[in-house]
């Protein structure tokens, strides 16, 4: 199977998914780092952005779906940070990262969706049977 190029705004979305990506997963590490977290909280915070990773590289929308849902979880607990710590830049930065990954992950599904699908599409005119 031949690779599907991204076309118009699901390049640019996913490339967007990315950058937020990366931005929530270094918040998170220096959130861990500036706390001083055990390992083990370390894991509860990166994991679950690590674990799609896999999913995320091979292009499978499955995985931009469930991270949007996981990215719901991040939303609550930097909400709870932003009232605990109004003025502080981590959940600020963090919040921002957490709404626009949903955002631009569930949009990427919307838009690369069809153009998955249309390239998986026989050709009408392919007459080979």
Do not use: K, N
Not at 39 to 47: D, E, G, K, R
Not at 88 to 101: D, K, S, T
Not at 116 to 129: I, N, Y
Request: charge should be positive; hydrophobic fraction near 60%.
């Amino acid at each position: 199977m031949t690779a599907v190029p991204r076309t118009g705004s699901a390049a640019f979305l996913w490339a967007a998914s990315w950058g937020f990506w990366l931005v929530l997963l270094a918040q998170q590490a220096l959130d861990a780092f500036v706390r001083e977290a055990p390992w083990i909280i370390w894991v509860a915070y990166l994991l679950p952005l690590l674990i799609f990773l896999p999913g995320m590289l091979r292009d499978r929308l499955r995985s931009y779906v469930w991270l949007c849902f996981v990215a719901l979880l991040y939303f609550v607990r930097l909400v709870e940070r932003l009232f605990a710590e109004p003025g502080a830049l981590p959940p600020i930065v963090g919040m921002i990262a957490v709404v626009g990954l949903f955002t631009c992950a569930m949009l990427y599904v919307r838009l690369r969706g069809p153009q998955l699908r249309r390239a998986a599409a026989p050709d009408p005119g392919d007459t080979d049977g």
